[in-house]
């Protein structure tokens, strides 16, 4: 017999058999390697939720900024060459998505789109042919879709729908697809 000193009994020593010792070695380790397994898990977990959050985070500032403007977009009156005179927005196509063309408050011409930057993609805005990035360069916008409704009172509604994901992650983990519905507020 091979192991550790158990008892003494009748002169002979007793003691732990190698299968004794290979089952509970055995038991160990997969005890220890479901545990290492469930912390890995958890530890992905947190990660993935840690960089959904910082791209929500990082994106929040353009939804802001687009949703404002077009709330307070205005019929255009021959100001903006893309859109017609009786309406208020107009969604064409470009090379990396769809582009959004309004009047603003201020009657400036404004169009939504995207522009490469270098191996990225980042959201534009161009108010009277002086163009912006809006969105972080440590965020890609995969696509970028404009649905435009227009309802029998001239309400117009914009819902905008893209995919977006943080360069600094592992793409599985923090890209998602984000949409929003928004009206403008003119009523004339």
Same mark, same amino acid.
């Given at each position: &017999?091979?192991?550790?000193?158990?008892?003494?009994?009748?002169?002979?020593?007793?003691?732990? =058999?190698?299968?004794?010792? &290979?089952?509970?070695?055995?038991?160990?380790?997969?005890?220890?390697?479901?545990?290492?397994?469930?912390?890995? &898990?958890?530890? !992905?977990?947190?990660?993935?939720?840690?960089?959904?959050?910082?791209?929500?985070?990082?994106?929040?500032?353009?939804?802001?900024?687009?949703?404002?403007?077009?709330?307070?977009?205005?019929?255009?009156?021959? /100001?903006?060459?893309?859109?017609?005179?009786?309406?208020?927005?107009?969604?064409?196509?470009?090379?990396?998505?769809?582009?959004?063309?309004?009047?603003?408050?201020? =009657?400036?011409?404004?169009?939504?789109?995207?522009?490469?930057?270098? !191996?990225?993609?980042?959201?534009?805005?161009?108010?009277?042919?002086?163009? #912006?990035?809006? =969105?972080?360069?440590? /965020?890609?916008?995969?696509?970028? #879709?404009?649905?435009?409704?227009?309802? #029998?009172?001239?309400?117009?509604?914009?819902?905008?729908?893209?995919?977006?994901?943080?360069?600094?992650?592992?793409?599985?983990?923090?890209? &998602?697809?984000?949409?929003?519905?928004?009206?403008?507020?003119?009523?004339?």
């Amino acid at each position: &017999m091979i192991g550790v000193k158990k008892e003494q009994r009748n002169g002979q020593i007793a003691g732990f =058999s190698l299968m004794e010792v &290979m089952v509970s070695v055995t038991l160990f380790v997969v005890i220890m390697l479901s545990a290492t397994q469930i912390f890995k &898990m958890v530890l !992905d977990s947190q990660r993935g939720a840690i960089a959904t959050q910082n791209v929500q985070e990082s994106l929040k500032y353009f939804l802001e900024v687009t949703a404002k403007e077009m709330r307070m977009a205005q019929k255009d009156e021959g /100001i903006c060459g893309t859109v017609l005179d009786d309406k208020i927005f107009a969604v064409s196509t470009a090379a990396l998505g769809q582009t959004l063309s309004f009047k603003n408050r201020y =009657s400036e011409c404004v169009t939504y789109y995207l522009e490469a930057d270098g !191996d990225n993609q980042r959201f534009m805005v161009e108010r009277n042919g002086e163009a #912006d990035y809006i =969105s972080p360069s440590s /965020i890609k916008i995969v696509s970028l #879709d404009f649905n435009l409704n227009e309802t #029998d009172n001239n309400q117009a509604i914009v819902t905008l729908v893209f995919d977006a994901y943080a360069l600094n992650e592992k793409r599985e983990h923090s890209e &998602m697809t984000i949409q929003t519905s928004i009206t403008s507020r003119y009523y004339k």
